[in-house]
């Protein structure tokens, strides 16, 4: 299995690709929270004690709301635009019910995190946050085809080679132990006792 962990490390890119991801999520997050706290503070709310508690949860809750319609309508956020990155479905356009999808996550930021964490610790496209890969969507950037590097990354790993059956193997593979791979030493009928272990095989 080859993970967005597995690639980003020599994959400069990617890693680009991820910086302007963060770099996007805080701008739209700025964007965003700025967006409810003017009307907030013209409704003459803005300064109560209480709000610091709440305006944390409705800020999240307006960015979902936020980016999910921009998303749908234009598939970049203010802070996608200026990063010039774009949502892209993998099965056509984006559906509404898949932006809103996509950016569940958005309600905390460390929610975002782990979505974005699980998304990179998972096989598939590393550019992916999880819950871009449950409605099929993705962001991209310039073009760099990360499949083809996949499959490239798939092939550089050596394949373990099976096994081999004990009439294949040498005889000194055949005198080593089967449960701690000690020397054996014959001790008659046809039998050998490990001198690490013990064990009579």
């Not at 299995?1 to 700025?30: C, E, S």
């Not at 055949?174 to 054996?184: D, H, S, T, Y």
Request: charged residues 25%; negative net charge.
């Amino acid at each position: 299995m080859v993970t967005g962990f597995d690639l980003i490390h020599h994959n400069k890119p990617l890693q680009k690709h991820w910086v302007k991801r963060v770099i996007a999520y805080l701008a739209d997050f700025f964007i965003s929270s700025i967006l409810i706290y003017i009307p907030l503070y013209l409704l003459g709310i803005a300064h109560m004690p209480r709000i610091f508690i709440y305006f944390p949860a409705i800020a999240g809750a307006f960015q979902v709301f936020y980016s999910a319609v921009l998303e749908f309508n234009n598939r970049q956020t203010l802070g996608k635009i200026l990063l010039n990155l774009e949502v892209e479905g993998l099965r056509g356009g984006v559906a509404l019910h898949e932006a809103i999808a996509r950016n569940l996550s958005k309600i905390h930021g460390l929610i975002v995190l782990v979505d974005a964490v699980l998304g990179l610790a998972t096989e598939g496209d590393p550019r992916q946050r999880y819950l871009d890969r449950m409605v099929d969507t993705t962001v991209t950037a310039e073009p760099h085809h990360f499949q083809d590097y996949i499959k490239r990354h798939r092939e550089e790993e050596p394949e373990e080679e099976p096994p081999l059956h004990f009439m294949e193997r040498g005889i000194e593979d055949i005198r080593k132990c089967r449960e701690c791979g000690g020397r054996l030493e014959e001790i008659g009928f046809g039998e050998s006792r490990c001198v690490n272990c013990g064990r009579i095989q």
